[in-house]
Structure formats: C-alpha cells, structure tokens
C-alpha cells in the first residue's frame, strides 16, 4: 500500500531563516506530487504541483520554490521566510486520477 | 474568484441526525468531484468522489448528490457521529485532462456534531 511522509512535524523559524521540507511516497511510481498551504483558519492553496523529476509548476508566486530530485521525493524551500509564511503545510500525490492522497503535514510558525 | 463555493463556514448538528453540506460549482465542465475531511492538525482525508455523469454515489453513512443544472454538490451524512466533527472540504476538477490533474478547492465547511 502507498504511504505518504511528511517532516518536520512542526517548525519554529526566525524571519529570513531558510526552510527545507521533506515529503517522501512509497508504495507507488511516478505519482503527481503536490504542495498546499492552509493559513489559519483558511482553505487550502496549492502552491507547487508535480508530474515528474525536475517539472515543476508553481501556482502563485512567492519566495518559495520547490525542487523533486528524486520520483518519490518532493521538497519546499525557501532561502529567507517571511511572517507571512506561516501556515500548515501539506503534501500530496495522485496516480492517474483526481484523487489526491495527503501527507500528515507541517506546521511551521515564523517569528 | 472562486471557482467551487462552500457558503456555510459551519454547521452544527444533533447527534444521530443528518448533516448536510453544500457547494457550488461555477464552471459547467468540471468532470468530477471530491469530498475530504480534515482533523486539525491533519491532512485531509479522501470521503467520497462523484464523477458527472451520476447523480448519486453512496458509502456507507456518506451520499453524494450532484446536481449538474444547478451546479450543486451536497454531501448527506446519516446518522451524524461525534466522530465526523471536522472541517469538510469540496473539491473539483476541470476539464482538460492529461497527467497534470489539479483540483480546485471550496474553503471548508467546520461540522460540529453534538452528542
């Protein structure tokens, strides 16, 4: 069965810190990958999705950026965070359908 | 502009009661549709999908009615559980098809279930 990990659990940043998130898959190949942020109380905004190694797309634009050196593995970064950054962050993947399959997340708070 | 509306930010109901949830679609070509759940703290969770050419799909204490004309989706939970107190999220997606399958989310309606 595919299994979906997300790390850190939590994050506590100073602002113009750099960030790196780490979300792996297992149990499938070649699956959509996908970054979503949720600001407090907010929905859910795609922010990077996935249809293979080294092709990204980013869905709006901001000081943060996504890189997937591997099949599996899909990670966020950013080289300095602002306040605004704060949020739970999430990642997702599919496998040829709509349905997208969610990692356990990352809160992360920018002081 | 939102493009899949959840307009009730909450819902409050009696234990063993139905819930129903709400959303409404403005693009006439979405193809299919997803119902997640989400604990907070927690991803979401995948309930229940409908594709458009039903009207109706059922599992267990989760309905899922479409209805294209007036482009509504409502998720009927029956009986309401303490359980399934969360934030219920809907979800579609737009035509185009191809590998790169994105979805388009409502903002959340938060359930709250009373015993």
């Known amino acids: 069965s595919q299994t979906i990990h997300q790390w850190p659990a939590t994050l506590v940043q100073p602002v113009g810190s750099p960030l790196s998130l780490e979300c792996t898959v297992e149990?499938?190949?070649?699956?959509?990958l996908y970054w979503y942020r949720q600001a407090a109380g907010r929905g859910l905004q795609l922010l990077f999705y996935?249809?293979?190694?080294?092709?990204i797309s980013s869905e709006v634009p901001q000081n943060l950026s996504a890189s997937r050196p591997q099949d599996r593995q899909f990670i966020l970064s950013s080289k300095k965070l602002l306040l605004s950054d704060s949020g739970f962050y999430l990642c997702?993947?599919?496998?040829?359908?709509?349905?997208?399959?969610f990692g356990p997340g990352t809160r992360l708070t920018v002081l | 502009d939102q493009q899949v509306k959840q307009n009730s930010p909450s819902l409050s109901v009696q234990e063993g009661r139905i819930s129903i949830l709400n959303c409404d679609y403005t693009n006439s070509m979405f193809d299919y549709f997803l119902w997640y759940k989400k604990y907070p703290a927690e991803g979401p969770t995948f309930l229940i999908s409908i594709s458009s050419i039903k009207d109706k799909n059922e599992d267990g204490r989760f309905t899922v009615f479409l209805n294209k004309s007036a482009k509504h989706l409502s998720l009927h939970i029956v009986p309401s559980q303490p359980g399934d107190s969360a934030v219920y999220f809907c979800?579609?997606?737009?035509?185009?098809?191809?590998?790169?399958?994105?979805?388009?989310w409502g903002l959340g309606t938060s359930l709250a279930v009373n015993p």
């Open positions: 979800a579609a997606s737009p035509p185009g098809g191809g590998n790169n399958r994105k979805l388009i």
């Open positions: 996935s249809i293979g190694i080294d092709q």
């Open positions: 997702a993947w599919s496998v040829r359908t709509d349905t997208q399959y």
């Open positions: 149990g499938t190949s070649n699956p959509n």
